[in-house]
């Protein structure tokens, strides 16, 4: 498809296992963005990826939470040990750098549940 | 640091009335300024943006959005709110450094 695509779109687990989100950008699209939103909420920076390296990781919660983007298209974000606070729909985008404009298109989300 | 507040978490209206959303943000450089929409169990749409030059921007549905660099503003109006219109919309800046910064939300419930 064209659009930014994420999988799984629902994940529940149990508290302390380990998860793996997966975002796949529009082709093209240099620019990768993680964000977490919590209920009634809007969406908090995680992390972005300019190519293949964190341009800003600053959004990271704790050491738990690793993102990587090893051919600087997919992006995986990892999360070690979930907490129930972990809870949460994480959003990918993606952009077009190049233009400069801050334009992000967004996933349709992945939506995790720690039990 | 940047941010971004939006005044209103719930504003109800009823059908074909004029709505205004408000957004203020914080920023001590040169600024874009976006407004997205989340319809239910939707990903989050661009309804408009303010990059430069004239500072009415007209988005996507009917909205519009008005940057007053003087008060920090970029509310979003639209003249007549059709039901559809019912979704969670959000206000964010980006100062060319990277990232989207957002507002909380104002949950638009339009009613018949």
């Known amino acids: 498809g064209a659009g930014v695509s994420q999988t799984p779109s629902n994940k529940v687990t149990e508290k302390g296992k380990y998860v793996e989100l997966r975002c796949d950008p529009i082709?093209?699209?240099?620019?990768l963005y993680w964000y977490r939103q919590s209920l009634g909420q809007g969406p908090e920076f995680l992390i972005y990826?300019?190519?293949?390296?964190?341009?800003?990781d600053s959004g990271l919660p704790n050491d738990r939470f690793f993102a990587v983007r090893p051919e600087g298209s997919v992006s995986t974000l990892k999360i070690q040990r979930t907490e129930r606070g972990d809870s949460a729909v994480y959003l990918c985008?993606?952009?077009?750098?190049?233009?400069?404009?801050?334009?992000?298109?967004f996933g349709e989300g992945s939506r995790l549940t720690v039990l | 640091a940047q941010s971004v507040t939006q005044l209103d978490s719930q504003v109800p209206v009823f059908e074909e009335a004029p709505v205004e959303l408000r957004c203020n943000y914080s920023?001590?450089?040169?600024?874009?300024l976006f407004w997205y929409v989340q319809y239910p169990n939707q990903g989050l749409q661009l309804l408009l943006k303010?990059?430069?030059?004239?500072?009415l921007v007209k988005g996507i549905n009917g909205f519009e959005a008005e940057f007053n660099k003087s008060q920090t503003s970029f509310h979003l109006r639209k003249p007549s709110v059709h039901i559809s219109d019912t979704a969670e919309y959000f206000c964010?800046?980006?100062?060319?450094?990277?990232?989207?910064?957002f507002g909380q939300g104002t949950e638009l419930s339009v009613k018949p």
């Open positions: 920023s001590s450089v040169s600024v874009y």
């Open positions: 990826f300019q190519g293949t390296g964190a341009a800003d």
């Open positions: 985008a993606s952009s077009n750098r190049g233009a400069n404009t801050g334009e992000l298109f």
């Open positions: 082709s093209g699209h240099t620019a």
């Open positions: 303010y990059l430069s030059g004239s500072t």
């Open positions: 964010a800046v980006h100062n060319q450094g990277g990232k989207l910064i």
